[in-house]
Structure formats: structure tokens, C-alpha cells
């Protein structure tokens, strides 16, 4: 059974920095690309960044230089630091788990499994 949880979202103000984490319960975390997706009121689910278990790293261009995602395989955790927070920030941001190999990893098909979210709320 695989499950996926995310922490670390809460309220801050524009301009502040927030760390995601999301613990995974894979078999191997070391085979398996991650990536965080993110889903405002209204809006559909949007890919932020993403970890290909070969270890390259993808990034939306709303979050370039701002967001940086990393992994801790020995403890499969993967991380968001996200800086200089933005109006445009705020959602529900969720962490993703996918096998294979040639993944479209800023699709959110690609995925396998996702976990529940956290919030991030930004006050201007």
C-alpha cells in the first residue's frame, strides 16, 4: 500500500518562505520520480516541479528560481522550499508518485498516487 502525506503548509505572509514535506510509504523511494502539483479555488490542478527518480529536475515557469524541490531517499521524503511567496501561490499543493521510465512528469496522468495536500494560504 502505498501512501503519500504532505506537511508544511500554512499562513504566511506574500513575500515569506514555507518548506513542504511529503513523507512517502513506497517500497523503494529511490525508483520513483515525485513531483508536487498545486490546485487554487476554481482552478485545475497545475504541476509545480518535478523529480525524476534518475535525478533530474523539472520546474513550472511561475515557480522558477523561487521554488526549489529535493529528495531524502534514505528517509523517502520529498521537500518544496518555496521563497518569495506570491498572491499567486496560494492552494492546495499536492505531492505525487510515479513509476517508469519516459514519464510526461508535469502531467498529472503520469501519476500513480497522491497524497491528501496542504494548504498554503498567503495574506497580502
Known amino acids: 500500500q502505498v501512501q503519500l502525506v504532505e506537511s508544511g503548509g500554512r499562513l504566511v505572509q506574500a513575500g515569506a518562505s514555507l518548506r513542504l514535506s511529503c513523507a512517502a510509504s513506497?517500497?523503494?523511494?529511490?525508483?520513483?520520480?515525485m513531483a508536487w502539483f498545486r490546485q487554487a479555488p476554481g482552478k485545475g490542478r497545475e504541476f509545480v516541479a518535478s523529480s525524476r527518480w534518475i535525478g533530474a529536475y523539472t520546474y513550472a515557469d511561475s515557480v522558477k528560481g523561487r521554488f526549489t524541490i529535493s529528495r531524502d531517499n534514505a528517509n523517502k521524503t520529498l521537500y518544496m522550499q518555496m521563497n518569495n511567496l506570491k498572491p499567486e501561490d496560494p492552494a492546495v499543493y499536492y505531492c505525487a508518485a510515479a513509476w517508469g521510465r519516459d514519464l510526461q512528469l508535469d502531467t498529472s496522468a503520469a501519476y500513480n498516487y497522491w497524497g491528501p495536500g496542504t494548504q498554503v494560504t498567503i495574506s497580502s
Open positions: 513506497v517500497p523503494s523511494f529511490s525508483g520513483v520520480s
